[in-house]
């Protein structure tokens, strides 16, 4: 059985300017609650899927995942209330465990890495979400072929970001920048232990990246922030239970990066504020899951979750509202 968490990230500029405008969202002080959704489409039942949301289209994008036969590759959309699939005349080739992020300065999804079932790939897909297409990158420097790395948005200049994932023997502990045509190795002069599968969300009240939990061959139990230069080792009072294959993204609203599912299979829902993680008071939570998608889709200002796996694999829509 194949599983991995898959990160999101939010679109930079318009989670700014609505964290700027107060936090405009579904959100505001007090309980809140997950609510199912019944959208007339879904995607099939999928784990693994690399999912956020695309400010170009005001789409939330996924694509790829395992359905616990086999490895996938469709795209689909999901505008608020439904679930699209996208007929795009090519396609990254299948796999599972792969990341995906904004990258603000193109106006395009960056896509790397994943599983395959027979190999790690170290292949970059753009997604433009005004024509809804596939186009294949050649950069000349190219990552590690990894499984679960962590994709992000540069705090500073909203490019697209990767940090970690596994090549099949290690952990990787490199911070990747995508320039708009290459990979660049970033030399930060304090980073994370090595890792895969962590917690990973910028913090937009912040200008940070949160990381968080994740596999790794030493102590992945900690949190880790990145500001578009270093990476800092944090000291929050209170931590999450080691997790990995969770997902988070930020939610203006709440000003805070928003944590659900992972490994420990609870039905906790997760906050970063800043400095300490704190749990969500919930009226309700979805069934317990792990390598689930997520993502805050902007347009329609809810927080979204999709499928993932427990004892069986789920398709399933959920968003967070207010109690």
């Not at 599972?96 to 790939?121: E, R, V, W």
């Not at 599912?261 to 939570?285: D, I, K, M, Q």
Request: aromatic share 14%; with cysteine.
């Amino acid at each position: 059985m194949f599983s991995s968490r898959i990160t999101t990230c939010t679109a930079r500029i318009a989670v700014l300017a609505m964290v700027s405008l107060g936090g405009v969202s579904a959100f505001a002080a007090g309980k809140a609650a997950w609510m199912k959704m019944n959208p007339p489409n879904s995607p099939p039942a999928l784990t693994s899927i690399a999912m956020t949301y695309d400010p170009v289209s005001k789409k939330v994008v996924s694509f790829g995942g395992w359905d616990g036969t086999s490895y996938n590759n469709d795209t689909w959309l999901f505008d608020g209330t439904t679930w699209r699939l996208a007929l795009t005349p090519v396609a990254p080739p299948v796999r599972a465990a792969a990341a995906i992020t904004y990258d603000q300065p193109s106006g395009k999804l960056i896509l790397f890495g994943g599983f395959d079932g027979t190999g790690y790939l170290g292949d970059t897909w753009l997604w433009d979400g005004a024509t809804e297409t596939w186009s294949q990158a050649t950069p000349t420097h190219v990552p590690t072929a990894v499984t679960l790395p962590m994709m992000f948005m540069d705090p500073v200049n909203g490019r697209a970001e990767m940090f970690g994932g596994f090549d099949g023997n290690f952990y990787q502990d490199i911070t990747w920048q995508w320039t708009g045509s290459d990979w660049l190795q970033l030399n930060p002069s304090v980073f994370p232990y090595a890792r895969g599968a962590a917690i990973v969300a910028n913090d937009f009240a912040h200008n940070t990246v949160v990381v968080f939990g994740g596999l790794s061959d030493l102590n992945p139990i900690n949190t880790w922030t990145w500001d578009g230069t270093n990476w800092t080792l944090e000291n929050p009072r209170t931590q999450p239970p080691w997790t990995y294959y969770s997902s988070a993204a930020f939610v203006p609203g709440m000003n805070a990066v928003i944590v659900f599912g992972g490994s420990f299979t609870a039905t906790t829902t997760w906050s970063w504020n800043g400095s300490n993680w704190v749990t969500v008071p919930t009226a309700y939570a979805p069934r317990a899951r792990w390598s689930l998608g997520m993502a805050y889709d902007t347009d329609s200002n809810q927080l979204l979750i999709f499928g993932g796996q427990n004892s069986v694999y789920l398709n399933d829509t959920y968003r967070l509202v207010k109690r």
